[in-house]
């Protein structure tokens, strides 16, 4: 396809991108079918059900790696076609054996996560692409489809499912089905970003602005890019700075039930929601404040928010206060997730930022070790109350070192833009 073809086609392409990252954003609402699971079954552990999530998660987030032979070889048709069938098949996969754990670590875990490292790491890398002109914006937006899973798809599988969890199975089965055709049909619509397409953009801009272009550094590989300092340092900041987020989402529900008190805590299902539509919204508004503000200022601003809101909660008792300021944390998390995608093309270029970013996005795994791990290790209970303060503090200490290593990485843009 021609650079001028492409152009005209692009938002098009982009609706269908974001159509294939909204369907595999259903893992979001794992919470409803672990609730219904462990109503069905009640002889399975609450541990040993959550491990199917945990599989997914580590597969959609360490997946690219060891896939990226198989990623680079494909283009990006084939990759989302091959992405909606895992996941498909891992979904339709459990309504046959999903009363089996082990088979739903199979196909939940192995087969949907497998699915989920084809599409979101992928679709991230190509809208950025494609509307490189406002990389920020497309990448908020394409988060923003993904992170809304828990919005969307969670009241209407528990719609499906039913309170007594009877219906888990044919909601298995039924959205299986759906996002396998859809993610499909939708792969249809994506083409390969032609040569020169991305600088055909640059130039654009150039000219309707008196401001110099905006450069990025030398395309690397990933075996370069591992070898430079930029690429720990960006790992590390992501890394530490979304554990917060990961914090307040992960236990967002244990922490309202537990520390809210009265009848906040008495909902706190719907207290979860707030928090999870607030990283949705995150994912959206500061895409938007990045295109203008800059993507290196909302990075610094973003950890030093975590960190001010992690060290309100530790010092915070209960009430309304608890679901606001996770709330805003959340909105956090949300906005590293935007950033994430053009700041790797910034600094290792756009020729393989597919497999860099697939590398990068190690920083969610890491979070998700770190996170919960935080509120479940450090958790107090003296007198009957329970105190989440030690895991806060340890969340802002950890945002405070991102904020600095934010410091560092503009540093080190500025320093790519001042060369000729």
Not at 125 to 153: F, H, N, R, T
Request: glycine share 10%; proline share 3%.
């Amino acid at each position: 396809m021609t650079i001028e073809k492409f152009k005209s086609k692009r938002t098009l392409i982009f609706v269908a991108a974001l159509i294939a990252t909204f369907c595999a954003g259903f893992g979001y609402s794992w919470s409803i079918i672990q609730s219904a699971l462990m109503t069905t079954h009640p002889d399975w552990t609450a541990s040993a059900i959550a491990i199917t999530y945990t599989l997914q998660v580590s597969i959609s987030c360490l997946g690219p790696i060891p896939l990226s032979p198989i990623i680079t070889r494909l283009n990006v048709k084939q990759n989302i076609m091959v992405g909606g069938i895992l996941y498909g098949v891992g979904l339709i996969g459990c309504f046959f054996f999903g009363s089996s754990l082990p088979m739903l670590y199979l196909f939940y875990g192995g087969f949907a996560g497998a699915g989920v490292a084809f599409i979101y790491p992928q679709m991230m890398s190509y809208s950025v692409k494609v509307l490189a002109d406002k990389g920020s914006l497309a990448s908020g937006l394409m988060a923003a489809a993904y992170g809304s899973g828990a919005v969307i798809w969670a009241p209407v599988a528990q719609g499906m499912i039913g309170n007594d969890g009877s219906g888990l199975p044919h909601t298995f089965l039924v959205l299986g089905l759906v996002f396998l055709i859809v993610i499909v049909c939708m792969s249809l619509f994506l083409s390969d970003i032609p040569e020169g397409y991305v600088e055909s953009l640059s130039s654009k801009d150039e000219k309707k602005s008196s401001a110099p272009a905006k450069k990025t550094a030398p395309d690397k590989t990933r075996g370069e890019m591992v070898k430079t300092a930029t690429c720990w340092i960006m790992l590390i900041c992501f890394s530490l700075a979304l554990t917060s987020g990961m914090l307040a989402i992960s236990q967002a529900k244990g922490i309202v039930a537990d520390t809210a008190g009265g009848a906040i805590a008495a909902h706190a299902a719907l207290a979860v929601s707030i928090i999870t539509l607030f990283n949705t919204l995150g994912r959206l508004f500061w895409g938007t404040v990045s295109t203008k503000t800059g993507i290196y200022n909302v990075n610094i601003i973003l950890c030093i928010i975590g960190a001010v809101c992690m060290g309100v909660l530790a010092f915070l008792p209960s009430g309304i206060g608890v679901v606001i300021f996770l709330a805003l944390t959340a909105s956090c998390f949300g906005g590293f997730a935007t950033l994430l995608t053009p700041m790797t093309a910034d600094f290792f270029g756009y020729k393989n930022l597919t497999v860099n970013f697939g590398f990068m996005y190690i920083a969610f795994a890491v979070a998700a070790l770190i996170g919960p791990r935080l509120a479940t290790s450090m958790v107090t209970k003296i007198g009957g109350v329970t105190s989440y303060s030690k895991a806060y503090i340890a969340g802002a200490i950890l945002s405070l070192v991102a904020a600095a290593l934010a410091v560092v990485l503009k540093g080190t843009y500025k320093k790519i833009q001042s060369k000729a």
